[in-house]
């Protein structure tokens, strides 16, 4: 059996596959409060390349040439690695699998929309691109999107995590991009929450508030969000569609797919084209999205209609959230950090097409560990919460002497991240 699933370059999907064509029920439409405007505002804050994409019932929708080529640059396609060193350890007779999104040149898998989205900004001639950050994944990513874009990157990065992850922002300084620390005294709506708490350590909320702000004041700057929106799911399927292709070469069938799930889109890019498969009738898998227990927007939120920030500029979106003021603990896994959740992703758990787990920091980085022992890979915290959900299913696999096949979305790796495993070795996590 291959320990590594390669392809060719020109296996790089030619074109995105949109759940939006194949929903079993009716997508809840985005709505708007009386006094709010919000809908009317996304033409002023979007691209029209995005924003016809956000809305777009087509299946298939065509990877622009100039982002395949940059997306063949940055070395996709991703392989395919299968986890004998973990079958092994855990003395399973499922094989695992893990689709590697830590290669980019940022280590996740953000770039992929993130080069999307620069692209169409460009096209509508766009001076900048505004956006948020938490742990500072997606603001590396889309710094240098816009750096190979030519054009600027604003970056509202949350106050807690700019003074905790200096080196996110030296790779955003490293690829031109503005970094501000958010709460920030740049906008009306920062200096509101400043006025009122000098020490705010800022939320993701918040943030992307900041950034739409800025969009809005000025028709040469644009908005873009690194997770949640339909377009940015879209964008992600290139993930799935050549995980698929991979499979299909060594005769595998997906039984469970597993992936973490901050606002869903490394889960919905792995996942959403095999959605269709069994849709379609042609697999039996079990999808399961994995999320913290500190921040439980799948397992514990509510299904109904929110804003997607804090200042409700956002439209708002029918999605399982913790409510838009909800503030996570300052967990070490920033990148799931958020109250919401891709309104598709979260319909597919309303519907009962995919399942949700949450898992606590002490296990996460547990597994991690075991994983960096016996594949030498060390994962991002958030990629941690989908490996040890898919260690549980192997191990259940050993006790029901089922050989089924485990494919893990690796959405990053952790080497930005060592505080947190230096926490856990030293048993300071509680
Ligand atoms: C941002 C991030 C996530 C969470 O975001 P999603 O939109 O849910 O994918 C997960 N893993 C890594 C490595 C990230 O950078």
């Not at 993130?114 to 900004?121: G, N, P, R």
């Not at 705010?200 to 739409?212: F, K, V």
Request: with cysteine; proline share 6%.
């Amino acid at each position: 059996m291959m320990q590594r699933v390669t392809l060719p370059a020109k296996a790089i999907p030619k074109k995105w596959y949109n759940l939006s064509a194949d929903l079993p029920v009716e997508f809840p439409e985005y709505s708007q409060t009386e006094e709010g405007k919000q809908l009317e505002n996304l033409p002023k804050i979007f691209s029209r390349g995005v924003l016809e994409q956000e809305l777009s019932q087509k299946r298939y929708i065509t990877i622009p040439k100039k982002v395949r080529k940059i997306y063949k640059k940055v070395g996709r396609p991703s392989p395919l690695y299968r986890a004998k060193g973990l079958e092994d350890h855990l003395d399973t007779p499922a094989k695992i699998f893990y689709k590697r999104e830590d290669m980019s040149p940022t280590g996740s898998h953000k770039f992929n929309t993130a080069i999307a989205q620069a692209y169409y900004a460009k096209k509508d001639k766009a001076r900048m691109l505004t956006t948020e950050t938490g742990a500072g994944q997606w603001g590396s990513a889309l710094s240098l999107a816009c750096n190979m874009m030519d054009i600027d990157c604003r970056v509202y990065m949350v106050r807690v995590s700019f003074q905790q992850k200096p080196y996110r922002k030296t790779i955003m300084h490293l690829y031109n991009g503005e970094i501000l620390p958010s709460p920030s005294d740049k906008t009306e709506f920062g200096r509101k929450i400043l006025s009122e708490d000098p020490d705010h350590p800022g939320t993701l909320g918040i943030a992307i508030s900041e950034a739409i702000e800025d969009a809005l004041k000025d028709e040469k700057i644009y908005y873009s969000l690194g997770s949640v929106l339909n377009h940015v799911m879209l964008h992600q399927t290139v993930i799935g569609l050549e995980t698929k292709k991979q499979l299909a070469m060594i005769d595998a069938e997906p039984d469970i797919m597993v992936g973490c799930v901050g606002g869903g889109s490394n889960f919905a890019g792995a996942v959403f084209p095999f959605i269709k498969d069994q849709l379609d009738g042609n697999i039996n898998c079990k999808f399961i999205a994995a999320e913290p227990n500190s921040c439980p927007t799948l397992t514990q939120g509510e299904y109904r209609y929110d804003f997607g920030d804090t200042a409700g500029m956002t439209p708002l979106i029918k999605m399982y959230t913790l409510g838009h003021e909800f503030v996570p603990p300052a967990i070490h896994t920033g990148g799931l950090r958020y109250h919401g959740m891709s309104p598709l992703v979260a319909l597919l758990a309303h519907e009962k097409l995919i399942e949700a787990r949450s898992v606590t920091q002490t296990e996460i980085f547990e597994s991690g560990k075991i994983f960096a022992d016996v594949e030498g890979v060390i994962p991002a915290p958030e990629t941690c919460h989908a490996i040890k959900v898919g260690m549980d299913e192997a191990i259940k696999c050993r006790k029901e002497k089922e050989e089924k096949n485990i494919i893990i979305n690796f959405s990053g790796h952790g080497l930005l991240d060592l505080q947190g495993y230096d926490d856990y070795i030293e048993g300071k996590l509680s």
